[in-house]
């Protein structure tokens, strides 16, 4: 009876070694990684930009998730200081790749001189400190509005190029 059990043992580790043998092996690019996955998940941050001799920027965002290529930042609000004039800049979703930030949902820009931006989208470059729209607009200073259909403004120069401009000017 042993010797039974034993050739039924041995003649099963047979047969799927006969057919591991002729399937196709497994290679390591079959099991890429899946790189939508976060890396890392940081609740409730706050972070200071420094520069040589003052604090430049501070960012706060709700949640952050960090991926091998960007950072994505959930409820993100910045405050970027030039000098006298305070900038504030606040977004739903904001993407963070290299010096580059993608503002997504409920784009806000607003500094201390009463003008005030809001977009669906906007990209803003630390580097150039430039804030950018493809999509409508529309900017208020006081209580004049010009909507759009593209926008670049120079924080640094206060300049503005925009596309597709409509104004309302209020004179009292």
């Known amino acids: 009876m042993v010797i039974k059990i034993f050739y039924i043992i041995v ?4 047969i ?20 939508s996955i ?4 940081i609740n409730d941050v706050v972070d200071y930009e420094i520069d040589n001799e003052k604090i430049s920027a501070k960012y706060e965002a709700k949640e952050i998730n960090r991926y091998k290529a960007n950072d994505e930042l959930v409820h993100f609000r910045a405050n970027f200081i030039n000098s006298n004039l305070n900038n504030f800049l606040k ?5 963070i790749k290299g010096e580059e930030i993608k503002l997504r949902q409920n784009v806000n820009y607003e500094n201390n001189q009463s003008l005030t931006f809001k977009s669906q989208e906007a990209i803003y470059h630390k580097k150039d400190k430039t804030l950018m729209s493809n999509t409508d607009f529309v900017i ?6 010009i909507t759009g259909t593209n926008i670049i403004y120079d924080l640094n120069n206060k300049i503005t190029k925009a596309k597709g401009v409509k104004i309302w000017i209020n004179q009292n």
């Not at 799927?16 to 790189?35: Q, R």
């Not at 976060?38 to 998940?41: E, G, K, P, R, T």
Request: hydrophobic content about 40%.
């Open 11 to 14: 003649t099963i580790f047979s």
């Open 16 to 35: 799927s070694m006969v057919f591991l043998a002729s399937s196709n092996p497994y290679m390591a690019e079959n099991f890429a990684t899946d790189f």
């Open 38 to 41: 976060s890396n890392i998940q």
């Open 91 to 95: 977004a739903d979703k904001a993407i």
């Open 140 to 145: 208020t200073k006081n209580e004049n509005n």
